[in-house]
């Protein structure tokens, strides 16, 4: 397969052609991840309330977990963009043999971990007993897939990083193609089919939700491999390695990549635990509300997949531009994505609110759910615009090797405001779940207004710089005699 690669440094490119070249692919990969999540939550919740509420109560401790390698994907993004711009070719093949040896070093155990606490991890979520067995079920088999989608996830972050988002999109194509085939095969029993007028036995596992579960691991197993073997079978090109070459730990150029990802994994791991915690409150307001909050929240992600696309493409655009030391085009290319994000995001804002309970009722029948998540989207979509440019400026400082500010963001707003604001709304004021998704956009409006001053002042153009050191410069070298 050819790597569509994008740089920044051709003098002759179009900003808005180079902005939506990388942006594009992004934002379709991401779309029909979310489609598939939400066709898996389709399929689950045909099954009933209780089948939804597993899935969902499950989801943000095994995001918390994967937050660890999401983290050193950021972090390879990061380095490797630079190196592009920079020219530095070795160096960034070199980093890419390290991400490997980095995934397959912690993969292992967090699967073993997320495998041994399969049974007290909804426990610690507060689920109901008689959705216990079903979360259980599915959190051993998502554990078998973690080693795997983490080197999925790092090497996705790669691709972007030399400026090939299509590559990555290509792979989700086929694998999101696979898990849908897979959850039709094995969440249902056997049963009859009206095609085109014509009825027909269908063969079904009848595994209910560890058939999601097992459709799921085995797309992203498949992804993962894909990639890797992309890489190793390319004849030529930057992104080619070998099996010929050092995959040796180098404790310089993995000191230079914990140092930019380490924050981005507190960063992650204050996300996910908010979520966490944010969900164990809203499980006391009962499965309806459970349901209906993670059904909403899967709605949304559909609508802010243009504000990731974005701010993804910032954090490469700005990596690779201030690698060739044009700061001025890393700023530019900053203005642009953002006002491009905006309209985008505007529009969908516009189909969330208008059409919050017909979305809603594609993932449910049940009418409770529906009118409850309706009204969470309804609110949901005033913040649309503030949160894609929070994005934007997120991707951008981490493009330039900042990535202490975004932590620091994320943790005043996200356990300041949205936790905070949660509990004093459901467990002092005894508000209902409406009340607490205000809280939720608080904490967006705030997160934005702190990402722009911290953009406004500067200090993340230099940041990369004082990460530095002569071990890099070492690393640089190892790469050239290998």
């Known amino acids: 397969m050819k790597h569509r690669i994008v740089s920044v440094t051709d003098p002759t490119s179009n900003p808005v052609s180079v902005i939506v070249t990388l942006a594009w692919p992004i934002f379709i990969e991401q779309i029909l991840v979310s489609l598939v999540q939400s066709i898996d939550t389709a399929m689950v919740g045909s099954l009933g309330a209780n089948a939804t509420a597993s899935v969902a109560i499950s989801q943000n401790p095994i995001n918390l977990i994967n937050s660890v390698i999401l983290a050193l994907g950021v972090g390879f993004t990061t380095m490797i963009a630079r190196a592009v711009g920079a020219k530095e070719y070795d160096y960034a093949r070199l980093l890419i043999r390290q991400s490997i040896v980095v995934v397959f070093s912690l993969g292992i155990p967090l699967s073993a971990l997320c495998f041994a606490l399969s049974r007290k991890i909804p426990i610690w979520m507060g689920a109901a007993p008689e959705i216990l067995d079903d979360a259980q079920s599915y959190i051993r088999i998502i554990a078998f897939s973690m080693l795997f989608r983490g080197l999925m996830m790092v090497l996705t972050a790669i691709y972007r990083g030399f400026g090939d988002t299509q590559t990555p999109m290509i792979i989700n194509i086929a694998i999101n193609l696979t898990n849908v085939v897979g959850n039709f095969l094995l969440i249902y029993s056997p049963r009859q089919i009206t095609l085109f007028g014509t009825t027909f036995p269908m063969w079904g596992a009848g595994m209910g939700v560890a058939g999601a579960a097992l459709a799921t691991t085995f ?264």
């Open 219 to 482: 797309s992203q197993v498949m992804g993962s491999l894909a990639l890797l073997a992309i890489c190793f079978t390319q004849r030529s090109g930057p992104m080619r390695i070998s099996l010929k070459e050092s995959f040796r730990p180098s404790r310089d150029t993995l000191r230079e990549v914990f140092h930019v990802s380490l924050p981005v994994m507190f960063e992650r791991f204050t996300m996910s635990s908010a979520f966490v915690v944010t969900s164990s409150i809203i499980a006391t307001l009962g499965t309806v509300s459970l349901a209906a909050n993670s059904l909403a929240g899967q709605a949304e992600s559909l609508s802010f997949m243009p504000g990731f696309a974005f701010g993804t493409a910032a954090t490469t655009l700005v990596g690779q531009s201030l690698g060739a030391g044009n700061e001025e085009q890393a700023r530019r290319y900053v203005r642009i994505t953002g006002l491009m994000g905006a309209g985008v995001m505007f529009f969908m804002s516009c189909v969330l609110f208008f059409l919050s309970d017909r979305i809603i009722a594609l993932f449910t029948p049940d009418p409770a759910v529906i009118e409850l998540g309706g009204k969470l989207l309804k609110i949901l979509a005033f913040i649309q615009v503030p949160q894609m440019y929070a994005m934007v400026y997120s991707g951008a400082l981490k493009g330039a090797g900042d990535t202490r500010s975004p932590f620091l963001i994320t943790l005043c707003s996200m356990w300041g405001v949205r936790i905070l604001g949660s509990f004093i709304l459901i467990r002092l004021l005894h508000k209902d779940l409406p009340w607490m998704c205000a809280a939720m956009c608080l904490d967006n409006v705030v997160r934005f207004f702190l990402y722009l001053h911290c953009y406004r002042k500067g200090k993340w153009v230099h940041a990369y710089e004082k990460h530095e050191s002569r071990s890099k410069q070492h690393s640089k070298e190892q790469a050239a005699a290998e």
